[in-house]
């Protein structure tokens, strides 16, 4: 079982940065590959970034390549999504996501098994 619990979400101007944390609660975070997800309102779910057990590895959705950079602190078991250049269209809700046997479609969010709360994340133009 593994607890997540997301911070720093809030308002920001389009072109502005927030810097999204996501602490998990557990004593094996190695054995967890990450990922963020948001889902604005009418809208389904989506994946958003992806990170390896050890960070060596990190993939993005199209829309967050360039922008977002998704990052992890096995030391404070803790995971990162930078997110520069924000426009109105990146307002969501933010989740992250733990998974234990993820290698392939990453971007699915049914193969992983722990989510956290969500962070609302607002662009204003």
């Known amino acids: 079982q593994v607890e997540l619990v997301e911070s720093g979400g809030g308002l920001v101007q389009a072109g502005g940065s927030l810097k999204l944390s996501c602490a998990a609660a557990?004593?094996?975070?190695?054995?967890?590959?990450m990922a963020w997800f948001r889902q604005a309102p009418g809208k389904e779910r989506e994946f958003v970034a992806f990170i390896s057990r050890t960070g060596a590895s990190a993939d993005y959705a199209d829309s967050a390549k360039g922008r977002f950079t998704i990052s992890r602190d096995n030391t404070k078991n803790t995971v990162y999504l930078q997110m520069n250049k924000l426009k109105p269209e990146d307002t969501a809700v933010y989740y992250c996501?733990?998974?234990?046997?993820?290698?392939?479609?990453?971007?699915?969010?049914?193969?992983?098994?722990?989510w956290g709360q969500g962070t609302q994340v607002t662009v204003s133009s």
């Open positions: 557990t004593r094996t975070f190695t054995t967890y590959a």
């Open positions: 996501a733990a998974a234990t046997m993820v290698e392939r479609n990453i971007d699915k969010d049914y193969l992983y098994e722990y």
